[in-house]
Every structure is written in C-alpha cells, then in structure tokens.
C-alpha cells in the first residue's frame, strides 16, 4: 500500500513544471518560444535550427540552458530571465492540492530546472504559497540540471536532505535516476506511465496520490 511504503518519508521533493500543475494548461509552452527566440538570437540562427537545438541540448543536457553554456559558452543569467518572463494566467488555484500537500509529515520542498523567482510566481498562482519550506532552482545547483547528479546533490546539501528519508515527485522519468540511486522514493507523475526500475510509483492525479499517503 502507498501509505506504509511512505511512513519513513519525512522530506518531500517536489519537481514544479508539469507536476505542480497539470501538463493540460500548456504553461511551458510559452517557455519553449522564449528558447527558440533566445537561441536564434544569441547564436545568429533561422528558427527552424534554434528549435532543434533547443530540442537537441534538452535531450543532450538535461536542459537548453546546460547546452548552450557548454556549447556557446551563453550567460546563464540572461537567459533565465527572458524565458521565464511569461503569463501565468493559465494557472488557477488547487485548494485539494494545497491540502494534500500541508497535510503531509515532515518537510515539503520544491527543486526545479527553472528559476526559485519563478518557482515562486507559479507557486503563487496554483494557491500553494506558504506550503514549501524551501524552493530551489538551478541557480541553487550552479546551474546543473536535473538529470546530472551533481545537481541533486548540491541541492539536497544545501538543504540538509537526508535521501534515505525523502521522496521525490517529478515529471521528467529520467529526472528520477538519480534520486533512486540515492535512496529515495520515486513517483513519476505523468499522464502515461513509464516502466522503469528506477520509478517506485506512477500517479496521473498527483492530489489523490498524496491523499493516500495521510
């Protein structure tokens, strides 16, 4: 049962894009547009051939941003603030969410590819503010993504996260590696499951899923 597999969980690791809204508002639609635009920009590219870098660096990288710093040596800085700088009137607030989270034990945490400024704008704007002990972005991994470890890892020592007591719920299945491999529990949230040994849980509803937990 999803209850006793939990009971040792005290910290809870929220991934923010997809996860803590549904895929279905598109929210990161308008991002990728920022990218595409950023790299035609920046590189001197068409935008057929921004796109499929940004697509190719994702892939390659875990995310645009990564590959454009180790390609083109791009300033992270910039960036980060251009393709976050969207409409957040998609959103709207998850009162069951927003229970199922503050009803959980232990600590609850976001750590996003994005920016902790824009964490916080989308947590605002699904009803969650003041429900997170701490957001983190990529800015708090020195720019690593999620998937690479070291990512992980200087997030969660900046936070004090002991793995072997912590969950993490993230979109992104390959986002979920590295936390397997360090002793976490795993839940994919996403519409379709995914087989994968290192995804513990799958759940398409993620309020009803912690609703099992408590």
Known sequence: MPREAFSHVRTWVFDLDNTLYPPKVRLFDQIEVKMTQYVMDAL????????????????EYGTTLAGLMRVHDV????????????????LEPDPHLAAQIKALPGRAIVFTNGTAPYAERVIEARGLSGLFDAVYGVEHAN?????????????????????????????????????????????????EPEDADHIHHHTNDLPEFLKKLT
Do not use: C
């Open 44 to 59: 001197g590219v068409d935008r057929p051939r921004a796109n499929l870098l940004r697509q190719q660096y994702w892939a």
């Open 143 to 191: 720019f690593l993504p999620k998937p690479e470890r070291g990512a992980f890892e200087a997030v969660f020592e900046l936070d004090g996260i002991t793995t072997e007591t912590a969950a993490m719920f993230e979109d992104d299945a390959r986002n979920l590696q590295a936390p397997h491999e360090m002793g976490m529990k795993t839940v994919h949230v996403a519409p």
């Open 75 to 90: 300033d992270p800085g910039p960036y980060l603030i251009d393709v976050h700088d969207i409409s957040f009137d998609a």
